[in-house]
């Protein structure tokens, strides 16, 4: 997954720079337009997170082994105390 979304933040970067050096803009405004679509890339990966992380499916037997984990380590953690 880290590896689609750093291809989706390099893809942004030269989006924003193919469209600097189409409308032949001096360097800085080349640099704005690198940095814009930057922001907007990593705004993409944050909404494409966002949404894998809150819409997710959880099978029953995930659940169960999750569920299962967290109360051994409830019960460790009463151990060492």
């Not at 001096?26 to 990593?42: E, Q």
């Amino acid at each position: 997954m880290a590896i689609i979304f750093g291809v989706i933040f390099i893809l942004s970067l030269a989006a924003g720079w193919a469209v600097g050096y189409i409308n032949q803009m001096p360097l800085f405004d080349t640099f704005v337009c690198v940095g814009v679509a930057g922001f907007l890339g990593s705004s993409l990966i944050a909404l494409i997170f966002s949404y894998l992380y809150f819409f997710q499916k959880e099978t029953d037997t995930d659940k169960i082994k999750r569920l299962v984990q967290e109360i051994n380590q409830i019960k460790e953690i009463k151990r060492i105390e």
